[in-house]
């Protein structure tokens, strides 16, 4: 084994695998420059640092378990043109998260608040917090589970260990009265420890219809808006912007034999 073969050895049992990959391309780079030997060694400790930041955020974006990932910077506020984006880009800096405060996007579906969301995420799994994604009833049907199972305390517990936690798509679907209870419990666990970031489709006075008591409704957004940014996202569909460049129109034909009502 010749010196340089048990040099890359060494550093690839040390887990230095950048080090390995790049030590003898940047050796003759610095023969050229005439670089000093602690620049050589200190050009090498930042490609491995940086190896090291790369694949810690890369860890936490997929422990997060986005559904896709999508940025603040790709968000098209072109599209939404009455969106606060000075707000926007004030929370991407992620000051809210270290004030334990939370973000409340509102608006019709498909308007852009599950990218926001997502996009928020990104920016705290870059400055290496801990960050978990969920859709609201998948969050809540896991809730039951360690209910069912007698873990719901340490499921709990684990949710307050986070920086961020985002509940997409709350009130989409209405809750029966376990999943209403499981979800104050979560949000009041939360409260003032961990940053929510929650999409609605439903404006506040509805939610009474959406966890089925006015009294649990009223709970939880006392608790959850107490530290809050209210974001009202409105605007077209982006789903529906892209039918018409599809050319699909936006209501379906009847067929030839099927009469048009009051026709």
């Known amino acids: 084994m010749t010196e340089t073969e048990r040099l890359k050895a060494n550093l690839e049992r040390l887990d230095l695998k950048r080090m390995a990959a790049t030590f003898e391309l940047e050796a003759e780079r610095a023969a050229q420059l005439k670089t000093s030997y602690s620049g050589y060694l200190g050009r090498l400790i930042e490609e491995e640092l940086l190896a090291k930041t790369e694949r810690s955020v890369n860890y936490r974006i997929k422990k997060a378990h986005f559904p896709c990932l999508k940025t603040i910077e790709s968000f098209n506020y072109g599209f939404q043109p009455t969106l606060n984006e000075a707000l926007i880009r004030e929370l991407a800096e992620l000051a809210f998260l270290h004030r334990n405060e939370n973000v409340v996007l509102i608006g019709p579906p498909g308007v852009g608040k599950t990218h926001l969301a997502i996009g928020l ?51 989409y679907l209405p809750m029966d009265k376990p999943r209403a209870n499981l979800c104050f419990q979560l949000i009041s ?69 099927q009469p048009a009502e009051n026709s």
């Open 121 to 171: 995420g990104i920016k705290a799994c870059t400055a290496h917090q801990r960050v978990r994604f969920y859709p609201a009833m998948v969050l809540l049907d896991e809730l039951l589970a360690a209910l069912a199972t007698k873990r719901l305390i340490e499921q709990l517990d684990d949710f307050s260990r986070l920086d961020l936690l985002i509940v997409d798509e709350l009130g």
């Open 189 to 257: 666990r939360c409260y003032e420890r961990v940053s929510l970031v929650v999409t609605s489709n439903k404006a506040f006075n509805q939610w009474g219809e959406v966890f089925g008591d006015e009294v649990i409704a009223g709970a939880i957004l006392d608790r959850l808006l107490h530290h809050s940014h209210i974001i009202a996202v409105q605007g077209e569909s982006y789903r529906m912007r892209d039918r018409h460049t599809k050319g699909v129109d936006r209501e379906p034909k009847l067929p030839d034999n």
